[in-house]
């Protein structure tokens, strides 16, 4: 039992969970409990790329620990072979198996993705990824964004463009016609709502996981609502930029919202913390994309 709970200690406050925050900030809210269809701007489908090849010959994946696997293996660790991205799991037949073939996979993709990043750091990892000259580059990140110790610490809406659009750069710097595919930021609230049911999972959540969405998971009071309300407008925000900066450039492809939408059941989340994917929830995720991006004409 020592042990059980060090690891959950550990797992709180672990620095480089994707959707997880350590903290002592009090959570703070103050918007309408539901955001307007219309502010979501997004639809399940692609968004339209006029010179788009449903086929790369390689891929790079860049992002969070979402694309890195963690928790879907075992606690507190990342899992690339499970990633949805370049993972090699035959259970999960990640992007890259579906588009190039595991051999091929092997040897043409690259995971780039950190586990705990933020959108300020994905100038970096796409520099990185624009050194492998890949033919897609892959992009899902901004959940840690939305996902801190309280609302008034999210990345503000504008720093988060800022960011996305210094990253676009610096891949056509060093690879001007690779192709990219961005997912939409998951619905943390829906995650919220289908993690709850587990009791284990809200003791995890109790030692500090994702404070913004889940502080108080069994709190439905006006102040609590209006905090997670404000965490989940805050995601419909952060993808409007990522569809909006993501059109400017031909070679980019919005995935129309799909992550969002994605209705993760209990199964699809990590048994670790009920809050990220398991293998099976990577193996949905790899699914969307490769239906998105072998869409013709978006």
């Avoid at 992009?139 to 990345?155: F, H």
């Avoid at 070679?251 to 199964?267: E, L, M, N, P």
Wanted: hydrophobic share 40%; with cysteine; aromatic share 6%.
């Amino acid at each position: 039992m020592r042990t059980t709970a060090a690891a959950l200690t550990a797992l709180a406050c672990v620095g480089v969970a994707a959707l997880a925050g350590c903290g002592s900030d009090e959570a703070e809210g103050g918007v309408s409990r539901n955001a307007p269809a219309a502010t979501r701007g997004a639809s399940p489908s692609p968004s339209p790329t006029p010179d788009w090849n449903p086929r790369p010959g390689s891929v790079a994946a860049v992002g969070d620990s979402i694309t890195r696997g963690f928790d879907a293996c075992s606690v507190l660790a990342d899992c690339p072979e499970v990633s949805w991205a370049t993972g090699s799991d035959d259970a999960v037949r990640s992007l890259a198996v579906r588009l190039l073939g595991p051999s091929r996979a092997a040897d043409r993709s690259w995971n780039h993705a950190v586990s705990g990043s933020r959108m300020v750091q994905l100038p970096e990892q796409m520099a990185r990824a624009a050194k492998e000259r890949p033919e897609l580059v892959t992009v899902m990140t901004g959940a840690n964004d939305a996902c801190r110790d309280s609302v008034r610490l999210m990345t503000p809406v504008a720093d988060f463009r800022a960011s996305f659009e210094a990253s676009m750069r610096q891949l056509r710097d060093g690879a001007p016609k690779a192709q990219v595919y961005v997912s939409s930021v998951p619905d943390l609230k829906r995650l919220w709502s289908t993690g709850r049911e587990n009791e284990l999972g809200k003791k995890i959540w109790q030692l500090g996981i994702c404070r913004s969405m889940l502080a108080d998971a069994d709190d439905l009071g006006p102040a609590a609502v209006a905090r997670r309300d404000a965490v989940r407008e805050r995601v419909v925000a952060y993808n409007g930029v990522l569809r909006d900066v993501c059109a400017k450039d031909r070679y980019c492809r919005y995935d129309g919202g799909a992550v969002f939408d994605f209705r993760f059941t209990g199964t699809q989340l990590s048994q670790w913390d009920w809050f990220h994917p398991s293998r099976d929830g990577q193996a949905r995720l790899a699914e969307i994309a490769y239906r998105n991006i072998t869409a013709a004409g978006g």
